[in-house]
Structure formats: C-alpha cells, structure tokens
C-alpha cells in the first residue's frame, strides 16, 4: 500500500518510489518469490540510474542486489 501511495503522489519514477520497490524486492527475494524480485529491483534501479546517475550509492546497492539475486536464483 505504501507504494502505491508513493506512486500516486510522488510519481512512479520518483527516488522514494525506487526504495519501496527495492524494499518489496527484498521480501520478495526471502520468501523465494524471484521473478517478482528481479522485477521490482530492475524498476528500482532504472529509476535511480535515470535520476541519480549510475554511481549513487543508491544505484549501486541495487545493483548489487540484482547481482546477488540472479547468483542466488541460477544456483
């Protein structure tokens, strides 16, 4: 509910939208659920490569986050 909230009144592709769906990726990623991690990590960091440039560290730890997913996911 809280992103949908961020979406409607900051935008889809706002900075703070980006964290909801990062952090919804991550419950996404521990309850084994991948494809709708993956999904929200790659929205999350186009969203910030696009506003914030691709090194912020925000960038980057979403990076990382897709990077350590997809290892965990191809085991």
């Keep these: 509910k809280a992103t949908d909230i961020y979406e409607k009144i900051l935008g889809a592709n706002h ?22 991690a993956i999904k929200l990590y790659n929205k999350a960091y186009e969203i ?13 730890t979403i990076k990382e986050n897709l990077e350590y997913i997809n290892k965990e996911h191809n085991r």
């Design 48 to 60: 910030f490569k696009n506003s914030l440039g691709e090194s912020h560290p925000n960038t980057l």
């Design 15 to 36: 900075p703070d939208t980006a964290i909801s769906y990062n952090n919804i990726g991550g419950v996404h990623r521990t309850q084994g659920n991948y494809d709708e």
